[in-house]
């Protein structure tokens, strides 16, 4: 594929799997595993403990434990680092914090994180995706785009095509950037879908032309390079439309290996995500990962944090 003629943010190649030994833990430590196949990148997959906690740092470690706690919980990432194929760099660490999801987004945070990745609860709707209470926070206040493991979920990578979710509304520059990029990145598929729930959006008369759409709602540079890639045949355009968000989703396939993309609610502070109702109900009948994007996230710190071409190969 042709360089990227939009500025691209760069990446540090880190990717933060939330990890718990649970079976929705799993979920999310197979997810990372998948995202990172074939890649340069490294997982980094942490446990978090409670603040009054004596015990942190990287595991495995050769110094002796320091309680039957420590132990169980060094067992656990040291099961879970063995999962990780061996051309897939791994490290493996205890945080503290009185709030799992606090903690996590501090990790990300403090180690560069271009994504942070979390799994299901039992009992979602379909056996897909049920938010608990640290996947919740997160999803109104993360500040790097976080990747939701649906329950079950046991592709083993590399990813093969992303989706991304646009209308118009607040943070559609940012998904339609950061699919463009992904997709460059890893020379798969990109596939433009306008979402249109009666009531809602008319695509402001714009009808099926999504190429359109994209100039309207987004800036030029981003509308000139996927119309590139639609050229090329490296990406496609599809309507979503209907009554409601269940509607419009049925009306589309999902290829195995696939992720799909969505922006922040209007209610999100710059910078930071914030989970709107149609994402969340999106959530709940998508069957592949949905990776949700900070307001602002591909455009913050423009002068600093965006490439005009090129930029690391994750």
Known sequence: MAPASFPRRSTSGCILVGYVAT???KDALRLGIALAKERNVHLELVMVAPAHSSFSGVYPHDRGYDSIVEEQIAGWLEEALAEVPEEITATARIV???SEAAALCETAETLG???????????????RFQMGSAVNALLHSAPVPVALAPRGYS???PITRVTTFFGPRRGTSDVIAIGLDRARRREIPL????????GESDMHGLGTDVPSALNAYANRKLADSAQHMLDAGHATTEVASGKDVSTALEKLSWQDGEIAVVGSSRMAVPGRLFLGSTASRMLRLIPVPMIVVPAGY????????LLSKGGDNT
């Open 96 to 98: 503290t914090g009185d």
């Open 298 to 305: 591909m455009q913050a710190g423009e002068e600093n944090n």
């Open 113 to 127: 994180a271009d994504l942070l990745v979390v799994g299901a609860r039992k009992g979602g709707l379909f056996g």
């Open 191 to 198: 596939r433009l879908v306008s979402l249109v729930l009666s």
């Open 23 to 25: 079976d929705f833990g």
């Open 155 to 157: 592709y083993p990578g």
